[in-house]
């Protein structure tokens, strides 16, 4: 069983240079700065830009943030063929070769946004992939012929978001799909069949129960039959889980959790009767159980004190677990079935670096291996398991072997109220103590940041910055305390965090408290803005992409398909209702004001998680309160940056910014990519 999408969540790709939030979006609330001017400037004129004395020395934007050379390679399921992500002019497209690197050739032809999510059918014939029209989300999932080259939409409906949910090798020509065709709030699960391209609805969402739940989504047996719903009150957020026997039988209530705790099922047992899910119900980490379908007991499988299990690796024939992944600071795992022991102690040898296995054949005698480094975001290694052998297969950005990246330094901050935060120092490669330092937050809030190649952290300290990079609460792997600890705490006790771990640094020496720079997208964009907002002596400046500018607008103008979980942002942010008055209290909208330090703020015009009012509101405010802002529009990108054009001129209108705000930084010559969708508002 191969499972791709099991709840509506965000896929992460290498190119993508933001992700993660929740949408905002909407008309200003009350108590917001009122407009009395214009609301935006189609075009305005480009400011000068120039370079530092040492721009040639510097590593190129393009090496940094152009396209990876070769990225995300699959094995075919027979394991002869390989796929794999690479550039044609200028375009992420998906190329197949064989097994011995012979017979390249490119199999899509996209000339707009690039294939980047994909997966091989189990048949071995077709490719399956995911793509939407300009950054809106509302993907459509592609079927193609590898032999032929044919590709037919399968999912060809105007506004509705689809997902490749499951595969099944006993199964190969059958996937079951996503979609929230019927209602936009609700996605019904079909059965597609690859050799006809027909669609057939498994299992109807019916939105709301007799209970008055809303349905979060459901989750497919080996079968392929959908036997475990979700669902969570509207009330008090309380989730419940439910299970059937089979297509025809009746749902049973399995159990319920607390919001404040989490079940994430993983897996059916082979036999149906159980199911694997990662649980902190009596536990601060997530620890890996086998529950039974009948009773819900648990039987404790693997699990750590300090960190929650990040990822488990399957057999995929027994669907028995063979691996669980952690991530404190860095990837850790334990082996929980022997036949893969020595293997892993090879890998482990081969390279010092992180790792993972990104694909399998369906004999599992032949892995992909991606070492993870500071150096370079991935490097790909062919694994024949009867040999013991490696074949070198390629690198993702091989340009940046000719450059020396930061070292990553792993480090604890106290907060005030005596938390450990966990955190990644990077520092410039030249320079005197006190450095210039970014802050650079992270969305979601419930994600993280991780240890690894980063191409702005790389750009940053290149050009001079210390680069501060914060786990502060609520970001996910640390325990349910550390992230319950976030809920109702936007703009309060997460912001005191930042802030006390920026006060950390300029204490310690590392940062010049005149040149401290907080930056992020998304949840780091709102981070960014109530910084400047909430602590304005802080910061010189302050750099925001896709960031909510109104926590009130943030909850009203979410996608209708993140409607049902309404109760929980309730729990985790604020209740529109009851807390109304804390959600604009804690809105940088209306602090406006306060800030006094220039602004960058960026935004994608078709963004559904974090709309284009949201940064619209904010930029009119702040030009009526006489603070210097620039203003960037990309027109056809959403919540981050699919387009090479698009990602490299904003790199460099970042640079640009850094550079004319922070003494003593570097930065090359920038002019606007001519392809980029940018304009200035």
């Known amino acids: ?19 993660g939030c929740g949408g905002s979006g909407g008309e200003t609330e009350p108590g917001a700065a009122e407009d009395t001017t214009e609301a935006a400037v189609d075009t305005l004129p480009e400011p000068e830009y120039v370079a530092s004395p040492r721009a040639d020395s510097l590593i190129p934007r393009e090496v940094l943030f152009g396209n990876p050379e070769n990225v995300l390679p699959e094995l075919s399921p027979d394991g002869e063929r390989i796929t794999y992500i690479a550039p044609a002019d200028g375009v992420l497209n998906l190329w197949i070769m064989n097994r011995d690197g ?22 071995g014939r077709q490719i399956l992939y995911m793509q939407d029209e300009a950054g809106e989300e509302n993907t459509h999932v592609y079927l193609l012929d590898v032999e032929s080259g044919d590709v037919q939409d399968l999912t060809p409906y105007d506004g509705v978001k689809a997902m490749i949910d499951a595969t099944d090798r006993d199964r190969p020509d059958r996937v079951l799909i996503q979609m929230n065709r019927e209602n936009p709030m609700y996605f019904d699960v079909y059965s597609a ?15 709301e129960l007799e209970n008055g739940d809303m349905v979060l989504g459901y989750m497919a047996d080996r079968d392929l039959v959908p036997r475990l719903c979700i669902s969570i009150s509207p009330e ?50 997530t620890q890996l159980y086998r529950m039974s379908l009948e009773d819900a007991g648990k039987t404790w499988i693997a699990g750590r004190e300090r960190t929650d299990v990040a990822g488990v690796s399957w057999n995929a024939r027994t669907g028995r677990p063979k691996v669980v992944w952690y991530n404190y600071f860095m990837r850790s795992y334990d082996i929980l079935d022997p036949a893969v022991e020595g293997d892993y102690q090879r890998i482990s040898e081969f390279r010092d670096a992180p790792f993972s296995i990104t694909s ?7 892995w992909i291996v991606a070492y993870t480094t500071i150096q370079n975001p991935a490097e790909y290694y062919l694994y024949d398991r009867t040999t013991g052998e490696f074949d070198f297969l390629f690198t993702a950005v091989p340009e940046l072997e000719d450059y020396q990246m930061a070292p990553m330094d792993t480090l604890h901050i106290m907060s005030r109220d005596s938390l450990m935060l966990p955190a990644y120092l990077t520092m410039p490669p030249e320079g005197e103590e006190p450095h210039p330092m970014v802050l650079l937050v992270h969305g979601g809030p419930w994600a993280r940041d991780w240890y690894g190649y980063n191409p702005f952290v790389q750009l940053l300290a290149d050009r001079g910055f210390a680069v501060l990079q914060v786990q502060f609460r609520g970001s ?31 204490d310690e020496g590392i940062a ?26 802080l910061y010189c400046c302050g750099v925001d992409f896709f960031g909510p500018s109104n926590l009130v607008t943030f909850r009203e103008s979410v996608p209708p398909y993140w409607r049902p979980a309404d109760a929980m942002m309730d729990i985790r942010v604020g209740n529109l209702e009851e807390e109304a008055e804390m959600l604009q209290e804690r809105s940088p909208l209306n602090h406006v004001d306060s800030i006094r330090v220039p602004m960058l703020i960026v935004q994608g015009a078709n963004d559904p998680r974090v709309v284009k009012e949201e940064s619209d509101q904010m930029v009119r405010a702040l030009r009526q309160s006489g603070n210097p802002v620039t203003y960037v529009v990309y027109e056809d990108e959403g919540h981050g940056f699919a387009r090479e054009p698009n990602r490299l001129d904003f790199a460099g209108r970042v640079e640009q910014f850094l550079y004319r705000h922070v003494p003593g930084v570097e930065a090359q010559m920038f002019e606007p990519v001519e392809d980029a969708s940018s304009h200035l508002e």
């Open 102 to 123: 012979s017979d390249r050739r490119q199999l899509t032809f996209d000339d707009d946004r690039g294939v980047i999510r994909y997966t091989w059918a189990e048949n």
């Open 193 to 207: 069949d690859l050799t006809t391209g027909e669609l057939t609805m498994v299992q109807d969402n019916p939105g």
């Open 476 to 506: 996910t792997g640390f325990g349910k305390e550390f992230l319950n600890a976030s809920y109702k705490e936007w703009g309060a006790a997460m912001q005191d965090d930042l802030t006390d771990a920026v006060l950390w640094a300029i």
């Open 512 to 537: 010049d408290p005149e040149r401290v720079v907080i930056m992020g997208g998304s949840y780091g964009g709102y981070a960014t803005l109530a910084g400047v907002t909430f602590t304005p002596d």
């Open 360 to 366: 399998a054949d369906h004999s599992d005698s032949t």
């Open 1 to 19: 069983m191969r499972w791709l999408t099991v709840t509506t969540a965000a896929l992460f790709a290498l190119t993508m240079i933001a992700a």
């Open 236 to 285: 008090d957020g309380t989730l419940t889980y439910w299970v059937r026997d089979g297509a025809e039988e009746g749902w049973r209530e399995l159990m319920t959790a607390s919001p404040l705790e989490e079940v994430s099922p993983r897996e059916f047992s082979e036999d149906g009767d159980s199911l694997y899910v990662t649980s902190n119900t009596e536990t601060n980490t």
